[in-house]
């Protein structure tokens, strides 16, 4: 919503809070920003003042993620910004032994709490791997993520389907030791800002 003040029309002021494990601190990223740095020099700022926080945890599952998500972000948070949350959600649960169902209520139990608190969600979903195994797995649980956060009327974003056979993120995966590098990070990115992320921010759609 924009204020009239003297005539003039003030700039709607968003704190963004992002977590998730590392690939959300673009870790690996010879650039050293990530899909989300891309993203946030993406995001027009003419009618927008936005303030990042990336508060990432390296190899974090859901678990983790749900017990510390409210305490960290609501020190970020406050009642004269528009307040909005950005969960980049990994792979970690299969490797920790978590079933789909307990992966779920995680996410649920945090997409719950930022919706009492009237805080639109971003999700991106977990990228894929060269492994043909865990991908198997990978696509149960970004399923499963999609249906959560979906039904809740919150944003996600696919980014394992259209990744999985994709020639320059596996060749750029296997070139960074299972990692995104620069170019993963960038079809990462392209993703979330052809899949929403303008829509999600009330801006006009600039690409």
Same mark, same amino acid.
């Given at each position: 919503?924009?204020?009239?003040?003297?005539?003039?029309?003030?700039?709607?002021?968003?704190?963004?809070?992002?977590?998730?494990?590392?690939?959300?601190?673009?870790?690996?990223d010879p650039r050293a920003l990530g899909w989300l740095g891309r993203v946030l020099a993406r995001t027009p700022q003419e009618s927008v003042t936005v303030e990042p926080y990336v508060l990432a945890s390296p190899k974090e599952g859901?678990?983790?993620l749900? =017990?510390?998500w409210l305490h960290e972000a609501g020190k970020r948070f406050d009642d004269f910004h528009e307040n909005r949350l950005v969960i980049g959600l990994s792979g970690r649960d299969i490797e920790y032994g978590l079933s789909t169902a307990r992966s779920r209520? +995680?996410?649920? +139990?945090?997409?719950? =709490?930022?919706? @009492?608190? +009237?805080?639109p969600v971003f999700v991106v979903g977990p990228p894929p791997s060269l492994d043909a195994?865990? +991908?198997?797995?990978?696509?149960?649980l970004n399923t499963a993520f999609a249906d959560v956060t979906?039904?809740?009327?919150?944003?996600y974003v696919d980014t394992f389907?259209?990744? @999985?056979n994709h020639e320059q993120w596996r060749n750029d995966v296997a070139a960074n030791n299972g990692s995104p590098g620069q170019?993963?990070?960038?079809?990462?990115?392209?993703l979330v800002l052809h899949r929403g992320w303008y829509q999600w921010l009330d801006l006009p759609d600039v690409l």
């Open positions: 919503m924009y204020v009239m003040r003297r005539g003039t029309v003030e700039k709607r002021e968003l704190r963004i809070v992002a977590v998730g494990d590392e690939l959300v601190a673009g870790v690996g859901t678990e983790a749900a =017990g510390r209520l +995680n996410l649920a +139990n945090i997409l719950d =709490g930022a919706t @009492q608190l +009237n805080i195994a865990l +991908n198997r797995k990978l696509a149960e979906t039904r809740r009327k919150h944003h389907s259209p990744l @999985q170019a993963g990070y960038g079809l990462m990115a392209w």
